[in-house]
């Protein structure tokens, strides 16, 4: 079998996540060594340990060094098979980048598959349920992926608890893409989820993103999480524009009060309305693989960010594509070359 050889200490979990994903898609094994050396916790955790453990399972494959901690792996896929998943994390790791490890493989698949599972939804460090459905899913469906999340439970850090179910159908073509112009504005509508908190405290993020963004600040876009598992709290702006979606969040912490997790979050939705980007920092990372595996395309965005460029070059080493970045102007288009 082939092998490529990964320097972990390059990147994150990110990295091993995205070569799990390039292995089952490719058929191409891979070690990797030094995972997340340079985290103040090197190695595998359990969130990443079940991205392994899953990624083998629905692959079928051989994996060596698969234990909590562990700083090198060698993964060797087999086929991969669509089914009925389910995997439980362990902890507040989150089930979103689980999901987006192993989706990819399952789309190429020959029959509908179903994964659920438990962990964290709406982590500070990932992608929350919530940019999932309402983000990454509509632009992969502009490339032809047809898939649909069910957030069943919600679970925060650092109780966990929670549990998503996503629902895949085979695609036997991607289309090649490009998310270079956003349209018009259409909408922009504000979400907050309370857990084992007061209520009060999701109304005052309200109220500062609508003085500061003219958001509806009504109660009915505040859900207060019954029943509490642990305590939690996510404010979220998502900016509907004619061609594409965005959704921006911030997470309550201890010592940072709601007026200063509303002020985070208008910061970060007017810079993005402020720019011409049509991709913002965290989507665009998160695009390279499907856009890799259409063979082509394109997209615009803010910065090019630490992630987006080691995730573009493992990448290069799976499959036969090159990926090239110029600035336009005050922002960076990115595109996909064979």
């Known amino acids: 079998m082939d092998m490529i050889e ?17 292995s089952l898609c490719t058929g191409i094994g891979f070690t990797v060594q030094g995972i997340r050396a340079m985290r103040r916790r090197p190695g595998l955790m359990r969130q990443h340990l079940t991205a392994v453990t899953a990624a083998a399972r629905v692959g079928n494959a051989r994996v060596e060094g698969a234990t909590l901690g562990a700083t090198t792996l060698r993964f060797e896929p087999g086929e991969v098979q669509a089914g009925d998943y389910h995997f439980a994390i362990g902890s507040a790791g989150s089930a979103t980048l689980v999901l987006q490890t192993l989706l990819p493989a399952l789309w190429q698949a020959p029959a509908p598959s179903r994964i659920r599972v438990e962990g964290g939804t709406h ?3 990932a992608p929350s349920a919530d940019f999932l459905d309402r ?5 992969l469906a502009r490339l032809g992926v047809q898939a649909q999340l069910q957030l069943q439970r919600h679970g925060f850090f650092p109780a966990g608890g929670g549990e998503l179910e996503l629902e895949v159908q085979p695609c036997t073509a991607l289309s090649a893409c490009a998310f270079e112009q956003r349209g018009p504005l259409q909408a922009m509508e504000a979400s907050v989820l309370v857990s084992g908190l007061a209520a009060g405290i999701g109304q005052r993020e309200l109220d500062v993103l609508g003085r500061r963004l003219g958001v509806d600040t009504h109660p009915r876009h505040l859900q207060v999480v019954r029943p509490a598992l642990g305590p939690g709290n996510v404010a979220a702006v998502t900016v ?17 009060s709601a007026e200063q997790v509303g ?17 913002g920092e965290h989507l665009s990372d998160q695009l390279l693989l499907p856009m890799a595996l259409a063979g082509g395309g394109s997209f615009s965005t803010g910065q090019i960010s630490a992630h987006l460029h080691s995730n573009a070059r493992l990448i290069e080493k799976f499959l036969p594509v090159a990926f090239d970045w110029q600035p336009e102007g005050a922002h960076w288009r990115v595109n996909v070359l064979q």
């Open 240 to 256: 509907r524009h004619g061609a594409h979606v965005e959704l921006f969040d911030g997470h309550g912490e201890r010592g940072l």
């Open 6 to 22: 990964i320097d972990g200490s390059q990147g994150g979990g990110q990295l091993l996540r995205s070569a799990l994903s390039l």
């Open 263 to 279: 002020m985070r979050l208008a910061d970060a939705v007017q810079a993005y309305l402020q720019g011409e980007a049509c991709v």
């Open 135 to 139: 983000c990454y899913l509509p632009a």
């Open 123 to 125: 982590n500070p460090l």
